[in-house]
């Protein structure tokens, strides 16, 4: 009997704790084309989203992982809500209810309602209508009235009005490419300045320049330095050119580009919002229809962003051999140590950092890949592939920043350079020989690198030996310093 009430006791407790948590998560219900959806009560986004929710439960990450990504949409329903209640099309109290909304996204809020999987079907649908569903139920709670109830403030009447994913979705993208743009070029420009720095510290650090991994003629440390900086430099102006792609805009095209359920005037109006807005000179297409079916701003761009990644694998690659050895490579120069490099050598450290910069690059160029597969696969009026294209340019956009920023903090700022090892490559080399041709001539000049080469012997001493060139003229001549070309004004400014 005992056993029986201590039995009947703990099932007591069993369902008490259940009826608990089922309290503690209360849900509300939303409907949609295809039926009812339990909603929980605490959240802002309704049933589309949970239907994207169960449907595309695919990388982890979602358009929460992109911070700025919530502020644009908060800026794009913004611009639209006031260009539809300029035109008559949105009463004045709706318009101050959902202008709160996007403002709380525009600073930053609300950012976890964002949660859609990045890698998405339907040509980005889900991610327009889980902003339409945050800030209608943002609208509507600040409103006073219960979330879910879009019968008062409707996120595809009220806050979708005048639009279609087909026009706000690469709206969103385009925006949150060019907000992130300034990070990524300003991670450029100190990158460069750092390789800059180094240049001018070493300007006139004489050293063996090579072609194919053969020594050739002599140059500068530093002028090794400044064409890497150089090489930043001409990305920097080729992505800041690249960035006038995003700038076009379809807003007010709705579904094809036909602006089918916009109000007359209402493009005009919304592109002066979104200006407005964002402090940016958006424009709209001249061709709405070709501006909805191509995605050619994002290849523009996605393009230059791969350029970059080219230029800092070359860099990078050179760093890593410059560096090689300790003494059985270049080691030319030293990288910080940044950890063990081996789990079973003693003593190794590896060019770990550079090696990285090198396998984000890839990433990037793979990335870019993506986005002209995609690109190229839009069928007729429409590509459905643009959420991998945004995913693909966001993700080089961010892992490009931070690569950079470790990339000078972690390695470039700490480099130092071994100058015996650059005094004893020029005593040594065979590559001065070069020099000779216009007074020698080429074929002298190979018997002379044949000989050096069978001997041992440097070229300063066969020329001395053999008599060919006066002390004058050898000083004057085969001055490694003299050969360099180096011209100390050019780096004067920078």
């Known amino acids: 009997m005992k056993k029986k009430f201590l039995l009947s006791g703990f099932f007591i407790i069993i369902m008490l704790l259940a009826l608990e948590i089922t309290s ?16 929980p009560t ?22 929460s992982n992109y911070p700025e990504y919530a502020k644009a949409w908060g800026m794009i329903k913004l611009a639209a809500a006031r260009a539809n209640a300029e035109i008559g099309e949105l009463s004045p109290k709706k318009l101050q209810l959902i202008e709160w909304a996007c403002q709380q996204l525009i600073e930053g809020k609300y950012t976890d309602q964002f949660m859609v999987d990045l890698y998405q079907g339907g040509a980005g649908t889900s991610s327009n209508m889980n902003a339409n569903e945050v800030i209608a139920n943002l609208a ?8 879910g109830r879009y019968d008062i403030i409707s996120s595809v009447d009220d806050v979708n009005m005048a639009q279609s994913t087909n026009d706000s979705y690469p709206t969103s993208l385009k ?7 300034q990070k990524l070029v300003n991670e450029m420009k100190q990158l460069a300045q750092s390789f800059r720095l180094l240049g001018n510290q070493h300007l006139e650090v004489v050293k063996m320049g090579r072609t194919e991994l053969q020594d050739a003629v002599p140059m500068t440390v530093g002028q090794e330095f400044h064409s890497f900086a150089a090489m930043l430099d001409w990305n920097i102006a080729n992505i800041e050119e690249s960035q006038k792609a995003l700038m076009m805009l379809n807003m007010g095209g709705t579904a094809i580009g036909t602006g089918l359920n916009a109000a007359v005037g209402y493009s005009e109006a919304y592109i002066r919002h979104f200006r407005e807005i964002t402090g940016f000179q958006f424009t709209n297409a001249d061709d709405m229809i070709a501006a909805t079916s191509s995605l050619h701003g994002f290849v523009v761009y996605s393009s230059a962003v791969k350029t970059l990644a080219v230029s800092l694998v070359k860099i990078s690659n050179d760093l890593i051999l410059l560096s090689s050895g300790p003494r059985a490579g270049f080691f030319e120069i030293n990288l910080p140590a940044r950890q063990p490099g081996s789990s079973i050598m003693p003593g190794k450290v590896n060019p770990v950092i550079p090696e990285l910069m090198t396998l984000i690059s890839y990433r990037v160029m793979g990335n870019d890949v993506t986005v002209n597969m995609a690109s190229s696969a839009g069928v007729l009026q429409l590509n459905a592939f643009e959420p991998v294209v945004g995913l693909a340019i966001l993700e080089s956009q961010k892992i490009m920043t931070n690569g950079m920023k470790a990339f000078r903090e972690q390695c470039i700022d700490g480099i130092t350079i071994n100058e015996k090892v650059h005094a004893r490559n020029l005593s040594t080399t ?24 069978l001997t041992g012997k440097g070229i300063l001493e066969l020329v001395r030996e053999k008599k060919l060139l006066t002390e004058q003229q050898i000083q004057k001549i085969l001055n490694p310093e003299n050969m360099t070309g180096l011209d100390k004004t050019k780096y004067k400014n920078k």
Do not use: C, W
């Not at 503690?24 to 909603?39: S, W, Y």
């Not at 001065?432 to 007074?439: E, G, K, M, R």
């Open 430 to 453: 065979i590559g001065i020989v070069t020099a000779l041709n216009p007074i020698l001539g080429h074929h002298m000049g190979d018997e002379l690198a044949k000989e050096a080469m």
């Open 140 to 147: 509507l709670e600040k409103g006073g009235y219960e979330k």
């Open 175 to 181: 925006l949150t490419m060019v907000l992130y743009h």
């Open 24 to 39: 503690a998560q209360q849900f509300r219900t939303e409907t949609d084309l295809l039926g009812d959806v339990k909603v």
């Open 42 to 63: 605490d959240v802002y986004y309704g049933v589309q989203t949970i239907r994207a929710l169960e449907n595309f439960q695919i990388s982890g990450q979602n358009l």
